[in-house]
């Protein structure tokens, strides 16, 4: 009965709550905490919008970039109404936009760091999500290309060898004969 009593004083507080967390729960924005990425190769970095239950409409996506040395920067932009914009930066030609995630082309070492996506919506307001871009010098390749380097020039050296070897002993195979 005690039960019943303080559950009847307030039902729309306990409605508001599970509303409320049913909210916050349902809308966000999903990333990936760090992404490694590779000198020379493309990298796309997720992002979805979870809408609520009863759906928000996406008015504006963009990406920012906060590199270890500097400030953050306004990558790209897209706006329902006006489309797609890369800013005028370092990553202007090499980076797009397909549903919220960016793709960045011919990665190099300046494009670490801290990248934003930021996502406004009607009516629901704005989230957001960050990912650490790692980029690495990928050393399986270097490695890979010192070996074939070194096969190169032993199998020159080998060549090189056996041919003098024969040409040696054919010189001398005629200085006998003429004999």
Aim: glycine share 6%; with cysteine.
């Amino acid at each position: 009965m005690y039960t019943m009593k303080t559950c009847s004083r307030s039902p729309l507080a306990l409605l508001f709550i599970y509303i409320t967390i049913q909210v916050v729960e349902a809308q966000e924005v999903k990333v990936w905490p760090e992404m490694t990425a590779y000198i020379r190769y493309d990298v796309t970095l997720p992002c979805q919008f979870i809408p609520g239950a009863k759906g928000a409409n996406i008015t504006q996506v963009q990406w920012d970039l906060k590199p270890p040395e500097g400030e953050r920067i306004l990558i790209i932009a897209f706006s329902v109404t006006h489309g797609s914009i890369a800013h005028d930066t370092f990553l202007k030609e090499r980076v797009e936009m397909a549903e919220q995630s960016l793709t960045i082309r011919d990665v190099n070492m300046k494009d670490a760091g801290l990248y934003t996506c930021s996502i406004a919506t009607f009516p629901s307001g704005s989230f957001e999500g960050t990912t650490n871009l790692v980029v690495v010098v990928q050393e399986q390749l270097l490695m890979l290309s010192r070996m074939i380097a070194a096969g190169v020039f032993v199998l020159i050296v080998l060549t090189m060898g056996a041919a003098t070897y024969f040409i040696i002993r054919r010189i001398r195979y005629s200085w006998s004969s003429d004999m």
